[in-house]
């Protein structure tokens, strides 16, 4: 990113956040859209506590996060219902009172990882792929529901991408996780909001240089013609983090059940004039 631009959004803090309480998922280096994020809410005043899996804690380096946000470090496998409960518990007593704001930015395909074609998956690495990027929401969701563990207007956010709509031959079961993931931001924020008070959301983010982005087949090219094509181009991840933060705010208390796009416009876009210029005759 520009350093300018950079140096704008830094330089810019409005208070959005003050005396919230949350818990941020899936920071890992700072790259992530979770580090980004924890950054930027830290500066608008909100305080957190960081999760991972604790092997992502080993690999990354969470802990230099935690030390310049002021965060507590609590690990948490998001597939796993206890470990869930114990940390909104400890969560809640570290943080000194219920939550207002959640980020679930947590995505990982095995078959991704291990090469295997849309078309030819091993379905224990689809199960493994789903459990962890889109049941996982369902089970963070749940847990803070049956533990009324939110204050009413808190907001919790979820990540997604646009293979959820549309095609993206090389995005492979990650298409269907996130397809899933949106759904459960609707159905069970239908009972959040009726019941709590509380806002789910989907952010729908342009291609992001991270760990989990970097896994995706021909990234580097589909990066490059995402950024030809938004009129915008690519949302980064600071742009992101900046969106999550208003979600997280008061100013949007009456958005719900909602897929937004940080895309840059990508998202309503046919053909670029750009991309059209690749394909003139000489
Ligand atoms: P990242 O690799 O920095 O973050 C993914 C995180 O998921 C890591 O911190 C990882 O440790 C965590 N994780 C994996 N398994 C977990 C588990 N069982 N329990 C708890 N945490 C677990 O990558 P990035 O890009 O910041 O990903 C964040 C979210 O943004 C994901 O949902 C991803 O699908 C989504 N997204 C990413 C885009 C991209 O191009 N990078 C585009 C659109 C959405």
């Keep these: 990113m520009d350093e300018a ?9 409005y208070n959005l956040l003050k005396g919230k309480k ?32 604790p092997a992502a804690m080993r690999l990354g380096s969470i802990d230099v996060l935690a030390k310049t946000t002021g965060a507590q470090v609590i ?20 943080l000194g009172g219920k939550i207002d ?3 679930h930015s947590i995505g990982m395909s095995v078959n991704v990882r291990k090469g295997r074609h849309y078309t030819d998956q091993d379905y224990d690495f689809t199960q493994k792929g789903w459990e962890v ?19 009413p207007w808190g907001s919790i956010v979820a990540l997604s991408y646009m293979a ?8 492979n079961d990650m298409a269907d996780n996130k397809a899933y993931l949106e759904s459960v931001a609707r159905s069970f924020g239908y009972f959040f909001g009726k019941e709590q008070q509380v806002r ?8 992001t240089p991270t760990r989990a982005g970097s896994g995706v087949k021909g990234f580097d090219e589909f990066i490059a013609f995402a950024e030809k094509m938004a009129p915008l181009g690519n949302a980064s991840a600071l742009d992101c983090a900046n969106y999550i933060v208003v979600m997280f705010s008061d100013l949007t208390r009456k958005i719900t059940l909602q897929n937004l796009y940080s895309d840059g416009g990508f998202s309503n876009i046919g053909v670029s004039q750009e991309v059209m210029k690749m394909f003139e005759k000489q």
Excluded: C
């Excluded at 690990?75 to 570290?94: K, Y």
């Excluded at 990027?133 to 009324?148: P, T, W």
């Design 5 to 13: 631009i950079r140096g704008f959004y830094f330089n810019t803090m």
């Design 75 to 94: 690990a948490a496998d998001a597939t796993s219902v206890d470990d869930l409960e114990h940390l909104v518990d400890q969560a809640m007593e570290v």
């Design 22 to 53: 949350g818990i941020i998922f899936g920071a890992l280096d700072p790259n992530s859209i979770a580090w980004q994020t924890a950054e930027r809410v830290h500066q608008e005043g909100g305080i957190f506590v960081l999760t991972n899996v």
């Design 133 to 151: 990027s889109a049941l996982s929401f369902h089970k963070v969701l749940q847990v803070l529901y049956k533990k009324k563990a939110m204050n």
């Design 164 to 171: 959820a709509q549309r095609v993206f031959p090389d995005y």
């Design 101 to 103: 704001f959640v980020l």
């Design 200 to 207: 789910v959301n989907t952010i729908s983010q342009s291609p």
